[in-house]
């Protein structure tokens, strides 16, 4: 199979690469394409009221800057790729080839995987790059500022509570990865621990402390970690492929696997796509790629921020993303087939010292990751409940132990982070990308009075209506799987 397999991962990676920066644009009227951690922007304490001159703006006046940033200042074009790459590349993409395994266990199966990549990246491009437009034509400056001045103030509280509960479903599969692999560091050093133990252990000594800090700003120099860590893993897992280290049953490493991690390979291939298991993989890609709530943050901080620059933005930034998502999927499924674990990590062993490299900084890149996302839920859930600043100040401390404490809860039961991730994606996920974002683009054009943009308004539609089927059948394939 080695030779075979070898060909499909160079097939699928070229057909990342065939799509150029180039051959997607979104154009700033039409919209369509013609050819994916911290919230910190999501929750606003003041809603930001429309004024009657916000959304009165000519058909030219969409590729003028708004959103806050001065034509002078501000992040170039290469700056917020790197930063908006960095924002959606994380954990999850550990979990896609999981995802594959829900529907197939041949290689072929990784050809309509690879173009369900590339779909919903492509789709939440366009989402992503809606939320900029709405941010052009109304000023706004947050996610939940563009629902405020599009749709209104008086429903701000759905993707107000999308967002915070979103969040909440980050730190539980966060929670989830670091019990496996600070479990598998223990294993490694000779030490024999329950996950349980492994999970409260990091818990009370590491995230509680970083959890309660008042200031993160000494968290910001490892920021860079998350994509470190995700370069390193992918070259290891590449090097562990290419060598044939977990080739059955010849492989260095095979026998230090319990049967369920051993490389499992059958006849189901690309006709698996067509089973409604694949929505699993779908819903996983709607978490994965999922950075739509600090779009007009992104927006706002671009130089001479135009939609036109926007969208080129956009455009390179999850091309990027798609590539990447691609190959680790390709490595992780060609290497364990349908035995792929929700954390492909977890299929390599505890022998391996590749392996426990990329844990070790899988470990330190979710660490410092972990209460960033963590004030992101706390300061939601204030926000939801009009908690005052003086009154957030005394119920910080309370309130932030209760949510460590039901996180933990609920990662201890959990085992499968692909079940989380789906299930997530299908609920929560689906509707912060595509749900939302079309909503209050349509919302924007019908107060703008623009006629020009009715036929994008129900392509946009279309989009909202796919991200509410794929999550039904997703969520109930998720929950299925159980």
Request: with cysteine; hydrophobic share 45%.
């Amino acid at each position: 199979m080695k030779p075979y397999t070898n060909l499909l991962l160079v097939a699928t990676l070229t057909l990342v690469a065939s799509f150029s920066p180039g051959t997607l644009y979104f154009s700033p009227v039409r919209g369509v394409a013609t050819a994916l951690q911290a919230p910190h922007s999501v929750i606003t304490p003041r809603s930001q009221k429309l004024q009657p001159s916000s959304l009165a703006l000519s058909s030219s006046a969409v590729s003028e800057p708004r959103g806050g940033a001065s034509t002078n200042e501000g992040a170039s074009i290469p700056n917020e790729v790197f930063n908006l790459v960095k924002n959606i590349v994380g954990a999850g993409v550990l979990s896609l080839p999981a995802g594959v395994a829900a529907f197939g266990n041949h290689p072929t199966a990784l050809l309509p995987a690879a173009g369900l990549i590339l779909f919903i990246g492509t789709l939440s491009a366009y989402c992503f790059s809606l939320i900029g437009r709405v941010c052009s034509m109304t000023g706004a400056t947050t996610y939940r500022g563009c629902w405020d001045k599009s749709v209104g103030t008086t429903t701000s509280w759905l993707p107000a509570s999308a967002c915070t509960f979103k969040t909440g479903v980050a730190n539980v599969a966060y929670s989830m990865i670091l019990a496996d692999t600070f479990k598998s560091l223990a294993s490694t050093a000779g030490y024999t621990i329950t996950r349980s133990t492994s999970l409260l252990s990091v818990t009370s000594t590491v995230l509680l402390p970083l959890c309660l800090l008042r200031d993160l700003k000494s968290l910001a120099p490892f920021s860079l970690l998350g994509i470190v860590c995700m370069g390193f893993t992918t070259a290891a897992m590449f090097i562990r492929y290419i060598g044939g280290s977990y080739v059955v049953p010849t492989g260095k490493f095979v026998k230090d696997l319990s049967p369920n991690l051993v490389p499992a390979f059958g006849e189901v291939g690309i006709k698996g796509a067509a089973s409604p298991k694949a929505a699993i993989l779908l819903c996983m890609l709607s978490t994965a790629y999922l950075a739509h709530y600090n779009a007009p943050k992104f927006y706002a901080e671009l130089k001479d921020n135009t939609v036109k620059r926007f969208n080129k933005m956009v455009t390179l930034s999850f091309t990027a993303c798609i590539s990447i998502f691609i190959a680790v999927t390709s490595i992780g499924f060609l290497t364990f087939g349908s035995n792929s674990a929700g954390l492909i990590l977890n299929n390599y062993s505890e022998r391996d010292g590749l392996a426990t490299a990329c844990r070790i900084a899988l470990a330190l890149s979710i660490v410092f990751s972990y209460p960033l996302t963590f004030v992101g839920i706390r300061e939601g859930i204030f926000d939801l409940s009009k908690t005052s600043d003086a009154d957030r100040v005394k119920k910080s401390t309370p309130l932030s132990l209760g949510i460590l404490a039901v996180v933990t809860c609920i990662a201890s039961q959990l085992k499968d982070l692909s079940f989380v991730l789906s299930f997530g994606g299908a609920t929560l996920g689906n509707s912060i990308v595509f749900l939302f974002p079309s909503m209050m683009f349509a919302a924007a054009v019908k107060k703008m009075g623009r006629k020009d943009l009715e036929g994008e308004v129900k392509v946009t539609k279309a989009v909202g209506a796919l991200g509410i089927v794929m999550g039904i059948i997703g969520g109930f394939q998720a929950l299925k799987s159980l």
